[in-house]
């Protein structure tokens, strides 16, 4: 079965996008096959694995066409990787979702399709919990939250739970907290130490044990179009992101 995680935060700038290319990267690394669909407007796991934004089908046609997944897919952006870029009208995706389908929209049916060709599909969502996000979490069994080590963090990450729960009391009862992952750590903040402290406290084993620190190699990869693996495979947060990877898959 194909393992299908939704990575989202209504909080930007938490390493969502980064985890998503990084997570990806290191599952086909590790022998899956993996996609990527880019659901952010702005298109940032789609640049950051080296794809061109103008492209003739994008994830917003997949929404509502979802015969045309196989054409949307780009092949190989990284090893054992293949991705839908983010491309279309998305932002009147979005308006469409909200408006005529209550986030739903036909999704699950484009991910049936694929069901038999990858191990998993990762969905890069946008930094909100609005209908293309929620689009996403009904369609998918899962969804990884990554979160900053700092306080305000703390109120993003109870909102996405929020959010996930009212919808696996409702639509989607399939869907769980596949995992939550610090992001950014700082070793030498010690606020840091105390929200990860209170987080393992409250969510136990939901939280990963891996820890993505500050690292310079992890915010410079994407301009290259490349993972943290392919750019720098000996950087700290390669390696843990590799632990990541290791997790995800004792998960399943």
Same mark, same amino acid.
């Given at each position: ?9 209504q ?8 985890t998503?290319?990084?997570l ?5 690394f ?5 996609l ?8 940032n796991a789609?640049t ?14 997949? !929404? +509502?066409?979802?015969d045309?997944? @196989?054409?949307a $897919?780009?092949?190989n #952006?990284? /090893?054992g %990787?293949?991705?839908i870029?983010?491309g279309?009208?998305?932002?009147a ?5 909200a ?15 694929l ?6 599909i ?18 998918c069994g ?10 305000f ?17 409702g ?7 596949e995992?939550? !992952? +610090?992001t950014?750590?700082?070793? @030498?903040a010690? $606020?840091?130490?105390e #929200?990860? /402290?209170? %987080?393992?406290?409250h969510f136990?084993d ?13 915010t410079?990869?994407p301009?290259?179009?490349?993972s ?12 843990a992101y590799l632990q ?7 998960g399943?």
């Open positions: 079965m194909t393992r299908i995680i939704a990575i989202a935060s909080k930007g700038g938490v390493g969502k996008t980064t998503a290319i990084n990806s990267a290191g599952l086909g590790a022998g899956r096959r993996c990527v669909m880019d659901l952010d407007p702005q298109a789609t950051g694995l080296g794809v061109e934004q103008r492209v003739s089908v994008g994830a917003a046609d997949v !929404l +509502f066409r979802p045309r997944v @196989g054409e $897919i780009v092949r #952006v990284a /090893e %990787v293949d991705m870029p983010s279309g009208p998305m932002r995706a979005e308006a469409r979702l408006q005529a389908h209550g986030g739903r929209g036909p999704l699950p049916n484009a991910f049936a399709r069901d038999t060709q990858y191990d998993f990762l969905v890069d969502c946008p930094p909100s919990l609005g209908s293309l996000t929620t689009s996403a979490l009904l369609a899962s969804v990884l939250i990554p979160m900053q080590c700092e306080f963090a703390l109120e993003g990450l109870a909102q996405a739970v929020a959010a996930v729960e009212s919808l696996r009391r639509r989607n009862p399939e869907l769980r907290v995992g939550i !992952l +610090f950014m750590f700082d070793t @030498g010690s $606020i840091g130490y #929200v990860i /402290e209170d %987080v393992q406290k136990g939901v939280v990963y044990r891996s820890i993505i620190p500050r690292d310079a190699a992890v410079e990869a301009s290259h179009g490349l943290i693996f392919d750019y720098d495979l000996r950087s700290r947060a390669a390696w990541l990877v290791k997790e995800v898959l004792e399943g």
